[in-house]
């Protein structure tokens, strides 16, 4: 399957500047694709100026990979775009394989850019026997041939540290902000689902000037959580309940009906990574209390999982710039997830 693509509809509403023609800086810079998401990462592409570099991806008989980097890497900066979405398996292996490629055919460096890190979730050891799988897969994909990873909002902070290469930690707090600055805020609250989240939260609240609250919530199963309280004012604000990642839409529809109590009857709900896996889509699509859905695009979605008042905003502006000063060696501190605002 060759995965680039031609004539896709530009990236629009971005909060930082895209360039009509590629800058000359970027002559050694080559821009690849996974299958996991073509669309962003064209976007990418186009934000810099520059045009997908031609791959090759297929299975055997036998399911194993086959992946065909489409022109030379010798001596070349290489980007390849590959959120671990599902099938998250396959996209990830697919990935690996694209690095060794990369690696091994003489590639300047080999820079990993994964939207959306799934494996961030396993953070830690909080049972017997199991294994820190976002530690273990971070490791894979250094030992494949990555010498620098751009990801954006992982689950915890301390997932940056399983990378022992230079890692870019991204945040999409730019794009919410101009989303969010046009709305009337004079009653709202910035709302975390946990106490994990409130700094992520406080920084967003902080910068929009209005107030956060945060949930004691205590995780049951994998789509199955208990709001035990509520640590802030929400009594009959309109409430912005800001996550990392939108899967099951479990903590969603428990915290809304725990706001009932509150008098709440207005909630927009934030959230970087929109998978809305399982029932999700049934779930949000119930909840009266929703006044708009917006995620980003670092993850595809098929019209299938799309619940209504869905906004879909982009943050391929912000990869781009981050590639392009990476290239330029300038800072990229300003778009770093937990970066004190101004």
């Not at 509150?262 to 049934?282: D, I, M, P, Q, R």
């Not at 779930?283 to 299938?304: A, F, M």
Request: aromatic share 6%; charged share 20%.
């Amino acid at each position: 399957m060759n995965v680039s693509q031609e004539n896709a509809d530009p990236t629009s509403g971005l909060c930082v500047p895209q360039c009509a023609y590629p800058d000359p800086c970027l002559d050694s810079t080559l821009i690849f694709s996974g299958t996991a998401h073509p669309e962003l990462a064209q976007k990418i592409a186009e934000s810099l100026g520059l045009k997908l570099s031609p791959s090759v991806t297929r299975k055997f008989s036998n399911d194993n990979f086959y992946v065909h980097l489409g022109t030379t890497v010798r001596t070349k900066e290489v980007f390849i775009i590959q959120p671990l979405s599902p099938p998250c398996s396959d996209n990830l292996l697919e990935l690996l394989l694209m690095l060794d490629v990369a690696r091994t055919a003489g590639a300047q460096s080999v820079h990993a850019v994964i939207p959306y890190y799934s494996y961030a979730r396993s953070d830690k050891k909080d049972a017997p026997r199991i294994s820190i799988a976002g530690r273990l897969v971070a490791d894979l994909i250094i030992t494949a041939g990555a010498t620098h990873v751009i990801t954006m909002t992982l689950h915890s902070p301390q997932v940056h540290g399983f990378f022992r290469v230079h890692t870019d930690h991204l945040t999409a707090h730019s794009v919410f902000i101009e989303h969010l600055r046009h709305k009337d805020l004079s009653n709202s609250v910035v709302l975390a689902p946990d106490i994990g989240h409130a700094k992520r939260a406080s920084k967003l609240a902080r910068t929009l000037g209005i107030s956060i609250a945060a949930g004691e919530k205590m995780r049951k199963t994998d789509d199955s959580v208990v709001i035990e309280g509520i640590m802030g004012e929400v009594e009959g604000k309109d409430v912005i309940l800001m996550d990392d990642e939108i899967a099951t839409g479990g903590t969603i529809m428990e915290t809304i009906k725990y706001l009932r109590s509150y008098n709440v009857e207005k909630v927009t709900v934030v959230g970087t990574h929109g998978l809305f896996t399982g029932s999700a889509v049934e779930r949000l699509n119930s909840l009266e209390e929703i006044d708009e859905i917006i995620v980003t695009d670092t993850t595809p979605l098929p019209p299938e999982r799309r619940p209504e008042r869905l906004k879909i905003l982009s943050v391929a502006g912000i990869f781009g710039e981050v590639i392009r000063c990476n290239v330029m060696g300038r800072s990229v501190g300003e778009l770093f997830a937990f970066w004190p605002s101004n």
